[in-house]
């Protein structure tokens, strides 16, 4: 352990945000929390589950090379135009029903990917800006230290082996710029997993990581699975449950462009936590179950008195043409226990090319400040998503995301240390990845 730390003190400060042990773990969470229906018994087939995890590591092995090529296939495969990509691909060449083990896990890896791309939308559009308003810290310590927290924590318990299927990532990655070859897929993988997804030493390397950017870190480290705040890992989960949910869908042709808002913070029925406006607190969010193209007007935000609140509309902090997420960011205090309405218009485009033709609306309360318990009474108890494998009650299924309008009311923390420092380059996810993602890699 004091050897590993050493190293992990060798590692220069370019870390990023979400690591890549956080992102197997909400990914397998985000099954476990599912109702016991096709697509979870899908998933929990020993071999799936294993590819869907690995899908989730997958996503940031390219960071653990220092090569663009290598940079390159790692920063596709976060977004949606990949995403769709891969579905199509399935869809053509291997459509439901998945007869063959090979099917079934290739399928799996695809939302492992996805659910990792997800992942890190949430956490850095919403959580790491937490943590720069409360410990003045960003990626370098938050990726790594929340890896760390979790084996802290003695929450981590999936160990994902290598699984992965070669023939059809080189065929999605023909298109772009740099030649993705076997070779460089195989580096990156193997690196990857020598240092830190595996069963001797990753999590040990992560325990490093936490020791060393805890200090740094006192708010995060009481709140990264904090089921309040939005963004964070364990807040994480029932978002990633319904984008797989979504997956699922689209993966049978079956997603509705009326339905692609599968998740909204504040979490029904949980209030918007904050009213001031210069604050984080104070945004409510959309998430989409499949890229949405970002443009200017596709929300409102509606106040008490049914009169527009003055708001500023956010992409996801990267800025992606097709987007997973909205934020909606008040540019006036709210008022403290008073009810809001946050709308997605119709009209929006889906990157399949679907365009929806229904609103979508969240209704939230803000929280009363000073605490009123008749204006704002206790909400009881609120399912939270289970660490254990057992399913939350009331099932996550459930969670009310929001209603249509006409129904009733309503990045890694990729670590990197230079190749002579024994190869120890290693991620913890996605800082690096996520520093470059502004720069137009990407089609979406
Ligand atoms: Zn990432």
């Known amino acids: ?155 981590v318990r999936f160990q994902p082996e290598e699984d992965i299927p070669m023939e059809t990532l080189l065929e999605l990655y023909a298109g772009l710029e740099e030649e993705i070859t076997e070779d460089v897929i195989r580096d990156s993988v193997d690196l990857t997993v020598s240092v830190y997804v595996n069963a001797d030493i990753g999590w040990s390397v992560a325990e490093g990581m936490g020791v060393l950017h805890g200090p740094s870190l006192p708010w995060t480290r009481v709140h990264y699975m904090d089921p309040v705040v939005p963004g ?81 509309q956010g992409n996801n902090r990267w800025g992606q043409g097709h987007t997973r997420l909205i934020r909606l960011m008040p540019d006036a205090d709210l008022e403290p226990g008073g009810w809001y309405t946050a709308r997605l218009m119709p009209g929006v485009s889906l990157i399949d090319g679907q365009t929806s033709t229904e609103a979508w609306e969240h209704t939230f309360q803000v929280e009363c400040d000073p605490p009123d318990s008749e204006l704002c009474p206790d909400l009881g108890d609120i399912a939270v998503a289970s660490l254990d494998g057992v399913p939350a009650e009331p099932a996550g299924g459930t969670v009310d995301t929001g209603t249509k309008s006409d129904e009733t009311n309503g990045g890694c923390g990729c670590v990197t240390a230079p190749p002579t420092a024994g190869g120890l380059a290693l991620l913890l996810c996605g800082a690096v990845a996520r520093r470059r993602r502004g720069t137009g890699l990407r089609r979406g």
């Open 232 to 312: 964070s890992l364990r807040a994480e989960i029932f978002p990633t449950m319904r984008y797989q949910q979504a997956l699922w869908k689209r993966l049978h042709g079956e997603l509705s462009a009326d339905d692609v808002t599968v998740f909204a913070y504040p979490e029904s029925p949980r209030r918007l936590l904050g009213h001031e406006h210069a604050q984080t607190d104070s945004w409510t969010s959309l998430i989409f179950g499949a890229g949405v193209r970002y443009e200017d007007g596709l929300t409102e935000l509606v106040g008490p008195d049914g009169a527009a609140v003055p708001f500023t």
């Open 1 to 155: 352990m004091t050897a590993l730390l050493a190293l992990a003190l060798l590692a220069p400060a370019t870390a990023d945000a979400h690591g890549i042990w956080g992102h197997v773990h909400v990914t397998g969470w985000a099954v476990e929390n599912m109702p016991d229906d096709e697509l979870r018994q899908f998933l929990l087939e020993p071999e799936v589950f294993n590819a869907l995890l690995f899908g989730a590591a997958f996503t940031d092995t390219g960071y653990a090379v220092d090569s663009a090529a290598s940079r390159a296939y790692s920063e596709h495969t976060h977004w949606e135009p990949f995403i769709e990509d891969f579905i199509e691909w399935i869809r053509v060449n291997d459509p439901p029903p998945w007869n063959t083990l090979e099917s079934r896990k290739r399928v799996a890896f695809l939302m492992g990917c996805a659910s990792h791309g997800l992942q890190d939308t949430l956490f850095d559009s919403l959580f790491l800006y937490q943590i720069e308003e409360r410990d003045g810290a960003g990626q370098d310590f938050a990726d790594p230290g929340t890896d760390g927290f979790l084996v802290l924590d003695e929450h």
